[in-house]
């Protein structure tokens, strides 16, 4: 289990991080993306700043406090489930499979973090 519990919070601190910095560099998929889906580019640097809170949390949390990870995996499938509510109001499903994606890794990293907790 535990092994489990490091493997995917490591993948979802690399992938939330990662999608952050294309954020952060106002990547073209990025930018119309958020277009197509009615999010301002204005709003851009600051999810891209709560992604990257939400994987420094969860990088504390695997070396540390476990509540903090707790905190930071809730806080990542929250901005998610945003962002797949953001796809099905605008009604854009051609790629849903991606902010749906990321919903599942941080899910999966909030199970196994709050069961290593115990």
């Not at 601190?13 to 952050?20: F, K, Q, S």
């Not at 509540?67 to 489930?81: Q, R, W």
Request: proline share 4%; with cysteine; glycine share 8%.
């Amino acid at each position: 289990m535990f092994t489990a519990y490091v493997a995917v919070t490591v993948v979802a601190i690399v992938a939330d991080a990662g999608i952050a910095v294309a954020d952060l560099l106002r990547a073209r998929f990025v930018l119309a993306n958020s277009a197509e889906v009615g999010v301002p580019a204005s709003w851009i640097p600051w999810l891209a700043a709560l992604k990257l809170a939400g994987a420094a949390g969860l990088l504390i949390g695997l070396l540390g406090p476990r509540p903090l990870g707790i905190a930071a995996a809730t806080g990542l499938v929250l901005f998610f489930i945003g962002a797949v509510a953001a796809h099905v109001l605008a009604r854009v499903f051609h790629n849903i499979a991606f902010p749906a994606g990321y919903l599942a890794l941080n899910t999966a990293a909030l199970c196994l973090t709050a069961a290593w907790q115990r």
